[in-house]
């Protein structure tokens, strides 16, 4: 068993034979569930590229505390705000070092030049990297940045000022999300002098903890130790991401040792996970959401008795069990109980058949339609299991008449599906990347999230939109709470979406491996992790 082992892992850590233990107790192997498609999260929307990157390659300006769900210090020390709410100003870190890789080598620490380019990039349509790699910016466009931020100055080598069109109460917490990275401006220079500026998202250049060795496509990512790294040492000398999509094979590898940490772990392997002396689960509670999106575009989906009718035939009890084996709780709102903002008096109506039937009758759909329903590849964190959700929900609406049509589609295709807007319904979701109930309404209900893809219902509603508009520049965080109440009581009438369920953040690992830290929000983070 022991030299099998050696030669699997020799594969993705470069050798394993008794000289090289100190290379293995340094050395962590990560199972994820799936590829990047990008090394830049500002152009993500995935949790695999996020949890591939985000922590990994890049540092932001600031963080969100993990005990107090506050922003806290991070490239940035500290920072100020103008009285009216329309100027923030950011004093940066000194001697922040960018990666040393094969294809750069920087000429000196981090400036404010790297964060007015890594932002200027987002909101000018002008800016010469602004159309690389399809120039959307999911998470960015959803929160309208362009019209947030009208500009991001340097006042001097390490202080940046943004300049904002209005008073917005979440624009410091969106800084602190994954997509919040911050780029060199040095090594973007010097791509489009060598007329190459799209490599700057393929091979990536960060402050962060890790800097990209190696990646075989849908294989392996290998990282190494990023020596000068800010925050101090770090004890693992490289990270691999082993890409195995299935949560069956990501399991087998983590019990027989081939993987010391497991991504996304299934719900129906937790008990497995927790009987096995050598495995260690870890959970944390997760401000995530999946949904039933329906093209409100569309017909019949623009019909709102359509969607009722819908709501009402779905069972979201039936997918708590069988898909998430009980470990969650069944969605009222778009907002988990855990939100500061969650309406506690909103309640999902109970499955009714008869009802359903009396509306789609109403709607002149008695005899059913056909529609097609997308469905993501693989587990998501806030699913783990999107096909066989798709398929509980074709059975449930089977019994009003309607044919559902699975189409189960990778992270990137699915995505360019959204953008068309040509779907009917897709299964959706989203896990948080901030502690603001802003993150979740506005990215996947808002407006401006049609553009952005994340708004999958294209559901576009002037009254909701006031009351997100209204609770970002209320002066009280109870009055914050009031207008994103009445939000989602807007949303409860219109019914775009359906919630279905929350989840809790899994992951697990072998009990070896100490140090690693399971946020509520946002991407893995891997960098205090270390072997006993």
Known sequence: MRYWLCWLIALLLA????????????????????????????????????DATAHQLYDRLLDINPDNLQPMPALATHWERSEDGLRYRFTLRPGVQFHTTRWFTPTRPLNADDVVFSYQRLINNNHPFHSLSGGHYPFFDSIGLSELVTDVRALGPRQVEFVLSRPNASFITSLATDYGVILSAEYAAQLLEAGTPELIDQKPVGTGP?????????????????????????ALNQLVFDITPKSSKRLAKLLTGECDVMAHPGASQISVIKQHKELVLDQATGMNVSVLALNTQKAPFNDVRVRKALALALSRDDILQAVYFGIGSQAESVLPPVSW?????ILMPLPDAERARWLLEQAGLQNGFTMTLLVP?????????GLKTGQLIQRRLGELGITVRLQNLEEQILRRELQTGEQDAVLTGWSADNPDPDNMLHNLLSCQ?????????????????????????????????GFYHNAQEI???????????????????????????LQPYGGVVLYRAYKE
């Not at 090289?20 to 999260?41: H, I, M, R, W």
């Not at 590849?377 to 299991?385: F, M």
């Not at 409860?492 to 979406?497: A, G, T």
């Open 15 to 50: 050798g394993c034979d008794d000289s090289d233990q100190q290379l293995v107790k340094e050395s962590l192997l990560y199972c994820a569930e799936g590829a990047p498609f990008t090394f830049n999260p500002q152009l993500a929307a995935s949790t695999q590229t996020l």
């Open 210 to 234: 890790f800097y990209l060795a190696q990646y075989r496509i849908d294989d392996f990512i290998r990282y190494y130790r990023h020596s000068g790294y800010w925050r101090g040492n770090v």
């Open 341 to 345: 903002g969650y309406d506690p008096n």
């Open 377 to 385: 590849a693989g587990s998501r964190s806030y699913n783990p299991d």
């Open 449 to 481: 999230a049609i553009a952005g893809g994340t708004n999958a219902s294209r559901w576009c509603n002037p009254l909701f939109e006031h009351q997100l508009s209204a609770a970002l520049t209320a002066p009280t965080l109870s009055q914050r709470i």
């Open 491 to 517: 949303v409860y009438q219109d019914m775009p979406l359906i919630p279905l369920n929350h989840t809790l953040k899994l992951q697990a690992h072998r009990h070896n491996v100490k140090g690693l830290q």
